[in-house]
């Protein structure tokens, strides 16, 4: 079988419905109306997200969901003016601290919540650079709450980031300059984040490609236009060989992640004309 037709058949009996929902999408028959359905269940009254940062098991909205929600929109091109998105902005607008941050409420630390989730410090620049950043691109966001973003990011940016081997650490940098804007540290920003993604491919410590392409997303970015051809051809037949017997990529979190992840790098491996 080909790498379709084995993640098809891994679908049939993995991932959550959104998980599914999203390789249809992208490979089947659900159009953008289906994808976002089923999208909607799990968007709160509030605007915001819940259930798909699987980490995070409180029905109440938080800003990790909600970011994979922006994410997947602007993945299947979901118009900023579509009534699910400017909710998702309404909740964003609310819900962020005057320090440029959105945090959790008390209502999250009362379910399962991953070890790194409690005790995450607030500000950070991850969840407020990266939301900024997709919210950005999806042309959403107001004048002041881009503001703000930019204040903390002026307070924490620390270029010392990127010469560390920590993904996490690059996060922000990379969700916060993907979008064409003007800022004037966005040209050194996305040259660290480019030498930062060869390092990591010539010395081997970003061991599985699907992170890889998380910070270069489409051919067409900076950082897609920047990388050398011959890293993006290896790392995409490596994106391609970690597919396992079952048609499902390995997650390097828990087994709840493997829908989503195999759905990602789906996604990645047609944006590169690989399938």
């Given at each position: 079988?080909?790498?379709?037709?084995?993640?098809?058949?891994?679908?049939?009996?993995?991932?959550?419905?959104?998980?599914?929902?999203?390789?249809?999408?992208?490979?089947g028959?659900?159009?953008?109306?289906?994808?976002?359905?089923?999208?909607?269940?799990?968007?709160n009254?509030?605007?915001?997200?819940?259930?798909?940062?699987?980490?995070?098991?409180?029905?109440?909205?938080?800003?990790?969901?909600?970011?994979?929600?922006?994410?997947?929109?602007?993945?299947a091109?979901?118009?900023g003016?579509?009534?699910?998105?400017?909710?998702t902005?309404?909740?964003?607008?609310?819900?962020?601290?005057?320090?440029?941050?959105?945090?959790?409420?008390?209502?999250?630390?009362?379910?399962?919540?991953?070890?790194?989730?409690?005790?995450?410090?607030?500000?950070?620049?991850n969840?407020?650079c990266?939301?900024?950043?997709?919210?950005?691109e999806?042309?959403?966001?107001?004048?002041?709450?881009h503001?703000?973003?930019?204040?903390?990011?002026?307070?924490?940016?620390?270029?010392?980031?990127?010469?560390?081997?920590?993904?996490?650490?690059?996060?922000?940098?990379?969700?916060?300059?993907?979008?064409?804007?003007?800022?004037?540290?966005?040209?050194?920003?996305?040259?660290?984040l480019?030498?930062?993604?060869?390092?990591?491919?010539?010395?081997?410590?970003?061991?599985?490609?699907?992170?890889?392409?998380?910070?270069?997303?489409?051919?067409?970015?900076?950082?897609?236009?920047?990388?050398?051809?011959?890293?993006?051809?290896?790392?995409?037949?490596?994106?391609a060989?970690?597919q396992?017997?079952?048609?499902?990529?390995?997650?390097?979190?828990?087994?709840?992640?493997?829908?989503?992840?195999?759905?990602?790098?789906?996604?990645?491996?047609?944006?590169?004309?690989?399938?």
């Open positions: 079988m080909d790498i379709l037709q084995k993640a098809e058949h891994f679908f049939q009996s993995n991932g959550r419905d959104i998980d599914r929902a999203i390789f249809h999408h992208h490979f028959d659900l159009d953008q109306a289906g994808l976002l359905a089923v999208l909607g269940r799990y968007q009254e509030d605007g915001g997200f819940w259930g798909l940062e699987v980490d995070i098991a409180a029905p109440e909205s938080n800003p990790f969901a909600t970011e994979l929600a922006l994410h997947l929109c602007l993945q091109n979901v118009p003016g579509h009534p699910l998105l400017q909710k902005a309404l909740y964003l607008e609310n819900t962020q601290s005057e320090d440029g941050d959105w945090h959790f409420s008390d209502a999250i630390y009362q379910a399962d919540l991953a070890p790194w989730f409690q005790g995450w410090r607030w500000p950070t620049l969840p407020a990266t939301t900024a950043g997709l919210l950005r999806l042309g959403l966001g107001s004048e002041r709450l503001q703000r973003v930019e204040q903390l990011f002026q307070q924490m940016a620390n270029v010392a980031d990127l010469t560390s081997d920590q993904f996490y650490a690059v996060r922000p940098y990379a969700f916060y300059f993907l979008p064409e804007w003007d800022h004037p540290q966005r040209p050194f920003y996305l040259s660290g480019v030498w930062w993604l060869i390092r990591q491919h010539v010395d081997g410590k970003l061991s599985d490609s699907g992170h890889f392409f998380e910070y270069v997303r489409r051919p067409q970015t900076a950082v897609g236009r920047q990388l050398p051809s011959d890293i993006l051809e290896t790392r995409l037949s490596a994106l060989s970690e396992m017997a079952d048609g499902g990529w390995p997650s390097p979190y828990g087994d709840g992640w493997r829908g989503w992840i195999t759905a990602q790098n789906l996604v990645t491996l047609r944006l590169f004309g690989r399938i």
